[in-house]
T-cell receptor, first 116, second 111 residues
Framework: EAGVAQSPRYKIIEKRQSVAFWCNPISGHATLYWYQQILGQGPKLLIQFQNNGVVDDSQLPKDRFSAERLKGVDSTLKIQPAKLEDSAVYLC??????????????FGPGTRLLVL | KQEVTQIPAALSVPEGENLVLNCSFTDSAIYNLQWFRQDPGKGLTSLLLIQSSQREQTSGRLNASLDKSSGRSTLYIAASQPGDSATYLCAVTAAGNKLTFGGGTRVLVKP
C-alpha cells in the first residue's frame, strides 16, 4: 500500500511570495489533515477534511492560508503572502474512516518551507 | 485547551543504556495516547498507541505506560542502539480524531 505522498519536499521563497503544497493521501482514506511543525516544536493541526468538506479549520490563519480538497482525494495548501514565521515543515496525514471514529493517522514525509 | 509537554527536550546516552522519555498532558479526557518517532527530513511513524482504558503497551524493546488520572505517560526503550537516535513525540487524541502533540524529545545514542 502506497503511503501519503507530498510535494515538493523542499521550497525556498522570499517573504510576500505565494507557495502551494500538494498532498495525495492513502487510497480510500476519507479524512485528510494538514499540520504545521515549526522547528523544535510538535506538529499543530491547521485543517481537517472529511472527504471534500472542512471539519475543522479553527487554527488556520485564514488571512493568508487556504486549503482545498475538491474531489475528496488529493489536497492543496496555499500560503499567500508568506511571512518569515511561516518557515516550517508542513505535514499531511490521512486516516481511513469517518472523523468521529478513532483511526490511526498516517503521515507523509512533509514539505520543508523556508521563507527568506 | 489541551497542552502536552515533553521533558527532557533533548537526551544523550551511551549505547546500551535504557531510555526514559516523559510526556504530560493537562486534560485527562483523552481517547488514547500515541508515541511517534520522527527522523530528520521524514514524516512521523507511530510506535505505540495506548487506549485510555489501558495502563501500558509493549512492542519489542519499547514499553509505554499511561496514567490518565495524573496526566502522564512514559516511554521506555530498553538497551538503546545508535539506530534509536531520533525525535520522539507523544500525542493525545480527543474527539474528532484530533491529535495534540508535545514538543518532542531529541534522542542521541552514542556508539
Amino acid at each position: 500500500e502506497a503511503g501519503v505522498a507530498q510535494s515538493p519536499r523542499y521550497k525556498i521563497i522570499e517573504k510576500r511570495q505565494s507557495v502551494a503544497f500538494w498532498c495525495n493521501p492513502i487510497s480510500g482514506h476519507a479524512t485528510l489533515y494538514w499540520y504545521q511543525q515549526i522547528l523544535g516544536q510538535g506538529p499543530k493541526l491547521l485543517i481537517q477534511f472529511q472527504n471534500n468538506g472542512v471539519v475543522d479549520d479553527s487554527q488556520l490563519p485564514k488571512d493568508r492560508f487556504s486549503a482545498e480538497r475538491l474531489k475528496g482525494v488529493d489536497s492543496t495548501l496555499k500560503i499567500q503572502p508568506a511571512k518569515l514565521e511561516d518557515s516550517a515543515v508542513y505535514l499531511c496525514a490521512s486516516s481511513s474512516r469517518a472523523v468521529d471514529s478513532l483511526e490511526t493517522q498516517y503521515f507523509g514525509p512533509g514539505t520543508r518551507l523556508l521563507v527568506l | 485547551k489541551q497542552e502536552v509537554t515533553q521533558i527532557p527536550a533533548a537526551l544523550s546516552v551511551p549505547e546500551g543504556e535504557n531510555l526514559v522519555l516523559n510526556c504530560s498532558f493537562t486534560d485527562s479526557a483523552i481517547y488514547n495516547l500515541q508515541w511517534f518517532r520522527q527522523d530528520p527530513g521524514k514524516g512521523l511513524t507511530s510506535l505505540l498507541l495506548i487506549q485510555s482504558s489501558q495502563r501500558e503497551q509493549t512492542s519489542g524493546r519499547l514499553n509505554a505506560s499511561l496514567d490518565k488520572s495524573s496526566g502522564r505517560s512514559t516511554l521506555y526503550i530498553a538497551a538503546s542502539q545508535p539506530g534509536d537516535s531520533a525525535t520522539y513525540l507523544c500525542a493525545v487524541t480527543a474527539a474528532g480524531n484530533k491529535l495534540t502533540f508535545g514538543g518532542g524529545t531529541r534522542v542521541l545514542v552514542k556508539p
